[in-house]
């Protein structure tokens, strides 16, 4: 059984940081990358970050050299560090298992799904 739980949600004023958790127990054998998306209200789910099992990091545009991804493999975690936030950063945040093809937009996910950590930034 494989389960993804994520932390580290809450309110921050805009320019501040957040650091967002994501712990994994179970083994994904069908998956090669892990990923952070986000969905705002009224708004489709979109990935923010990934990172490749080798290593490899890529970014959505919108968060490029706010956001980092990293993985912490002796404890199974992948995080996300966010600076300079700013409202529209405003969302649920959701990690994932999936599978990278080769570019940022062939990220597919694969059916494990966190509950999503709630992220607010006020102007």
């Known amino acids: 059984q494989v389960h993804l739980v994520e932390s580290g949600g809450g309110l921050v004023q805009a320019g501040g940081s957040l650091r967002l958790s994501c712990a994994q127990s179970?083994?994904?054998?069908?998956?090669?990358?892990m990923g952070w998306y986000r969905q705002a209200p009224g708004k489709q789910r979109e990935l923010v970050a990934m990172?490749?099992?080798?290593?490899?990091?890529k970014y959505a545009d919108f968060v490029k050299g706010r956001f980092t991804i990293s993985r912490d493999n002796a404890k199974n975690t992948v995080n996300l560090r966010m600076n300079s936030l700013k409202p529209e950063d405003t969302a649920v945040y959701y990690c994932?298992?999936?599978?990278?093809?080769?570019?940022?937009?062939?990220?597919?996910?694969?059916?494990?799904w966190g509950q999503g950590t709630q992220v607010t930034v006020s102007s």
């Open positions: 179970g083994r994904i054998f069908t998956s090669n990358a």
């Open positions: 990172i490749v099992s080798g290593g490899a990091t």
């Open positions: 994932n298992a999936g599978k990278y093809y080769g570019s940022f937009d062939s990220y597919t996910p694969d059916d494990y």
